[in-house]
């Protein structure tokens, strides 16, 4: 019936067996193995299983790979096999290229080698920078297995550049330069080196010194400069006050004064003056002091010699003498010889002696002068006795002479008579000489004389005799005159008396007519005395006697005599007697002096100026009076009894008129007026033409003197007379000039006037020959003396007259200097003046940039003949050109510097380039192995713009451009990462698995993500952070990248976290391996 019923039998195929573990051989590489082949096992069911891993290529240190072989039934097995990364290669020994520059070297570009394993390895170095001396720089390259190598490189500092010839300015100084502050210049490498010399200090050498700077720099690069030191003393010494020096007679000798200089110190004057100086008065010593340099002044001294003191003088003794013959005078009286002494020197003696001596005592004053106006003065006393000496007596007494009383005792009292009665007299000559008896007469003619003698002889006597007789009674008297030649007693007179009582008329006797003729005698002139009386008609003649010596008849008409040719300032007496019918009358006297002469002028001082004259007369008794006329009545001064005597001060020529007056010392007789003229000569200026300094270009120099009319010149030379006479000198010497102008009296010397010769000036400008200038300089000429005046010039042409000028070009320029006295110099400089380049402007094309990237600096306005040097943060970083590229952040600059003069240079402004500080950023897989992502080294992504992956080296558009992707299959992964600032940054390589390990904790498998490593690349300290604490005791190992144990650890149980410290072990990549009892995890981790 074909019924069918099924029934289902299940066939359970339950495959629950394992695949077979294999044993996996190792794999052994140098540097890294980028892939293994796939291992297979066998399994019951499945036949050929492949294994797969979840490990990360390229694998570049020793790991342990785990396979995994499941045959698709839930049967899985691992089986493990060692991945041995043994890299025992060392990298490349590069050669590396010398390095060469002038001073230092602040830093060097690390140089890189090659590495089997590494690649690129870069080398470092524990050279200390900078480098400032040639050194050996010794550079270690170290791959990732820690095999190094070294090499080494040559860093040349040869400095070959000589420092900057600096231009030193004079010092300049009067007297020395003790020291010198060294100066400096500037070096490219030593930077500021300062001058040394051998120099000996102090420099005292008038004049220009050139001192030698020597500047080297720390390599041995030498260079000189030279520096003037000027000394110019032109400074005086000072001219000192020199004190008075005063003496009595002489000064044999002086003390040099001393003055003081600037540079010379104590300077001792020296002069010409002769020695001893004995001119009494003022003598003005001139005192030159002269210092090193020439510089000279000149002082005066005055050496005052003024003796004051008297000369001692004693006179001669006394004399006693007798009257002349005839006489009642003495004359030619040898008076003796005065002596005496002066401190000084020789005496002069004097007296104002008469040339005739009266009777008498006359005292004679003796005046010793020592020419000095110094006197002193003796008396001597010159007694004149006459030998005549006549005595009357009566009844032998002594009747006096001008007795005007009677006496009976002598008989000149005839008593009372009564008739004629006669008494007799004698005259006694008690001298040596005869006494002459010229008349004895009676005033009365009742007294009649009679047997009157004419002689009385020396020692002898004689009588007379005197009558009485008259008719007339009473009392009658009578004056007997006896005229005799006895000076003391010429006219004897007495007075007789008698009383006649009663008598008869007497016998008349003959009698003198008795006339009053009133004689007078005036004397009109020294030789010449005028006689007048009064005439009586009853005289017929007279007789006229002189110093009892009858001397002329005269007829009785006459009534004056002229007596001359008598002797001057002379006394005379005189004696008239009238002839009468026959008979003598009584006679008349006079006496008097003849007037002295006038006196004879010796010599008067003339005056210059004006002034105080002497005057030296010659006369008699010295005794003068001066009169401002010839007719002036009163005199202006009288002498003192001297032969020398002062006038009065004048100020012009002036005539005084000087009378003397006689010896009569009864009446003043004064004689004619004797012109005395004074001649006051007019001051004038004694002076060299032109300055008190003056200069002459030449060997000689021609000084003048101002004219002075009928004067003669004499020249003086330091105070020495040069014997050149006239108004004119050729000096063909330096130093202090006079000249002494005499007229007359009047004689002054001229202030000093210096001569310098050759005073040719120095011309010297402050640069240096051949200076270069940007764009215009100063040109300056020193100022070697104060007087000077400028002149610059390009060839013919003048430029300027001052003392600095500017210049604008390259030229030979000529410097002339003229002084103050005319004279010339020059000099020359060459001067190059270069153009300075304009400012340069610099752009960038970019100014801010990533730090992998280059920017490139240009300049806007370049020039030719310019070089341009660039600098960063104000410091050269040797690169020239109008334009260069750079990736280092900075302020940059760029100095043009023209080629002909690099002192000409122009500094730009700044132009900032800034590099954008960019965080690192990693590529890192995620903790559960799913998934790849990028962030930076502070774990962000906020800075991140864009990502670009690569995979295998190619970009991996599909995966988009986030920040973190799931790798869907096995293989290298990169990224380049743009941040916000449009920076590109290029990833690690990581090559990724796709697989899900586990790491034990205690008994428990926990999942990747209960572990976490931070920072990872990191710089060698990291953190180790578990999910949960730890149930067991955890060890931690390092490995580094062939398999070298680097670090071990142990984390107890109970510990959560914990941090590694691996700053001392080098860059690399590690593994770091967790051991808890028996169960292991690696991880990989980076040390930047």
Known sequence: AGNSVTANQNVVINDNTNPVVPTLADVTAACSVPSLTAPTTTDNCSGTITGTTTQTFPITSSTTVTWTFDDGNGNVVTANQNVIISDNTNPVIPTLADVTDQCSVAS?????????????????????????????????????????????????????????????????????????????????????VTGTTTQTLPITT????????????????????????????????????????TAQCSVTSLTPPTTTDNCSGTITGTTTQTFPITTQGTTVVTWTFTDAAGNSVTANQNVIINDNTNPTITAPTNVTVTVDAGLCTASGVTLGTATGADNCGTVTFSNNAPSVFPIGTTTVTWTANDANGNTATATQTVTVVDNRDINLTGNGVTIASGSLTASTTNDTDFGTVTGATTKTYTLQNTGTQNVTITSITSNNASFVVSNAPTVVLAGNSATFDVEFSTTNTGVATAVITVLNNDCNASSYQFTVRAN??????????????????NLTAVSVSPTNINLTWTPDSRISSYRLFRNDQPITTLTGNVSSYSDENLTADTFYRYRLVGIANGTETNPALAETWTLPNAPTLVSVTTLCGGGIAKATLESNTFRYKVYATQDATTPILESN?????????????????????????????????????????????????GNATQ??????????????????????????????????????????????????????????????????????????????????????????SSDLNYEWRVNTTVIGQNQSIEVSQSEVYTLIVTNSNNCQASTQIEVFVTQTPSLPVIVATENTICPTT???????????????????????IRQEGSSISTSVQGNYQVRAVASQNTACDAISEELEINVVEVTPVYLRTSENNTALFVEDANGSQNEIAS??????????????????????????????????????????????????????????????????????????????????????NTEITIFDGIGRKVFTQTIERGNQATQINLQKIPSGVYLIRFNQNEATYTKQIIVE
Do not use: H
């Open 641 to 689: 009894g001297n032969a020398t005597f002062e006038l009065p001060s004048i100020s012009t020529t002036t005539t005084f008129y000087v009378s003397v007056l006689g010896r009569d010392t009864r009446q003043e007789r004064e004689s004619a007026r004797t012109p005395v003229t004074v001649t006051v000569e007019p001051i004038f200026e004694a002076k060299i033409i």
């Open 695 to 784: 200069l002459s270009c030449e060997n000689t120099l021609e000084l003048q003197a101002q004219e002075v009319e009928n004067a003669t010149y004499t020249w003086l030379l330091n105070g020495s007379n040069t014997g050149v006479t006239g108004r004119t000198i050729t000096a063909n010497s330096g130093g202090e000039y006079q000249v002494r102008i005499q007229k007359g009296s009047c004689s002054f010397t001229s202030p000093s006037v210096t001569v310098r010769l050759n005073q040719t000036p120095i011309a010297r400008i402050a640069q240096a020959n051949n200076s270069r200038f940007c764009d215009t300089g100063t040109l300056s000429a020193v100022a070697t």
């Open 206 to 245: 008038q004049g220009t010194t050139v001192v030698t700077w020597t500047f080297t720099d720390a390599s041995g690069n030498s260079v000189t400069a030279t520096q003037n030191v000027i000394i110019n003393d032109n400074t005086n010494p000072v001219i000192p006050t020199l004190a008075d020096v």
């Open 108 to 192: 060097l570009t690390p140089p890189t080698t090659t590495d089997n394993c590494s690649g690129t390895v870069t080398g470092t170095t524990t050279q200390t920078f900078p480098i400032t001396s040639t050194t050996t720089v010794v550079w270690t390259f170290t791959d990732a297995a820690g095999n190094s190598v070294t090499a080494n490189q040559n860093v040349i500092i040869n400095d070959n550049t000589n420092p900057a010839v600096p231009t030193l300015a004079d010092v300049t100084a009067q007297c020395s330069v003790t020291s010198l502050t060294p100066p400096t210049t500037t070096d490219n490498c030593s930077g500021t």
């Open 500 to 517: 006649l009582q009663s008598a008869s008329a007497p016998t008349t006797p003959t009698s003198p007519v008795q006339v009053n003729l």
């Open 947 to 1032: 990502v670009e992956w690569y995979f295998e080296g190619d970009l991996k558009a599909d995966l988009g451009s986030q920040n973190e992707i799931t790798p869907t299959e096995n293989g290298n992964y990169s990224a380049k990462v743009t941040n916000q600032n449009g920076c590109v940054i290029q990833t690690r390589t990581v090559y990724f698995r796709i697989a899900e390990p586990t790491i034990i904790t205690g008994n428990e498998e926990l999942k990747a993500d209960k572990l976490n490593i931070y920072p990872n690349p990191n710089n060698g300290i990291f953190n180790i952070q578990f999910a949960t604490a730890l149930s067991e």
């Open 854 to 876: 280059e920017t490139t600096l240009s300049v806007q306005n370049p020039e030719n003949n310019v070089v341009y040097q660039w600098f960063r943060n104000g410091r050269s």
